[in-house]
């Protein structure tokens, strides 16, 4: 089993920045990829970004949606089991709850979700 706790989102303004984590502890792989997906009101969880790890090599894979691309990080720091989303230059429509994945072979985990609210 593997557990996943996430950080607390907030309140943020239009070009505010905020820092995510997901902190994963149990029975992970070598091999593993984690992703921050979102889901606004009345929308599909969509994946925001991913990271693919494998032991703590520098084998770092990153993938971003379109809609974050140059704005939002995806970064992990391996001595605390945490994986990070580093949203900058927020906008109203990032506004939705924030979910933490890990997949491992065929089984995948989710965090509970923190909202983040992004408005002046």
């Known amino acids: 089993q593997v557990r996943l706790v996430q950080s607390r989102g907030g309140l943020v303004q239009p070009g505010g920045s905020l820092r995510l984590g997901c902190a994963a502890s149990?029975?992970?792989?070598?091999?593993?990829?984690v992703g921050w997906y979102r889901q606004g009101p009345g929308s599909q969880r969509d994946l925001v970004a991913s990271?693919?790890?494998?032991?703590?090599?520098?084998?770092?894979?990153?993938t971003y949606a379109d809609f974050v691309k140059g704005r939002f990080t995806i970064s992990r720091d391996n001595a605390k089991n945490t994986v990070y989303l580093q949203m900058n230059s927020l906008r109203p429509e990032d506004t939705a709850v924030y979910y933490c994945?890990?997949?491992?072979?065929?089984?995948?985990?989710w965090g509970l979700g923190t909202q983040v609210t992004v408005s002046s």
């Open positions: 994945n890990l997949r491992q072979g065929s089984t995948e985990y």
């Open positions: 149990g029975d992970i792989s070598s091999l593993f990829v």
């Open positions: 990271i693919v790890i494998r032991d703590t090599a520098d084998y770092d894979r990153t």
